[in-house]
């Protein structure tokens, strides 16, 4: 993906930085971010602010279709939650599920 100009941002979710991952590709131009972390601990509200905010406009997430199970999880309605601020965003998004 190097070759193809992707850069790889380092850092955490926690600890209200989340802005500060998405600086350094915003000051490289970069207009497209792929979001692989969960989308089930509650991160994906305040990182859909922070790409408003730098710039980067197409994201691709990736969910779980476990948020369509009849079992019980703990996590189904904050992936829920997520999945809604995503499709409600002024991003260009796309979502992958696995």
Do not use: C
Request: hydrophobic residues 40%; charged residues 20%; without cysteine.
């Amino acid at each position: 993906m190097e070759a193809l100009g992707a850069v790889a941002v380092d850092g955490s979710l926690d600890g209200g930085n989340i802005g500060r991952l998405f600086s350094s590709a915003s000051n490289l131009k970069r207009t497209s971010f792929m979001y692989l972390a969960s989308m089930g601990f509650g991160h994906v509200e305040p990182v859909v602010r922070a790409l408003n905010e730098s710039g980067i406009k197409r994201v691709l997430f990736t969910s779980t279709s476990s948020i369509f199970t009849k079992l019980p999880t703990s996590s189904r309605e904050v992936r829920m939650k997520a999945e809604q601020t995503v499709k409600i965003s002024n991003l260009d998004w796309k979502m992958l599920m696995k």
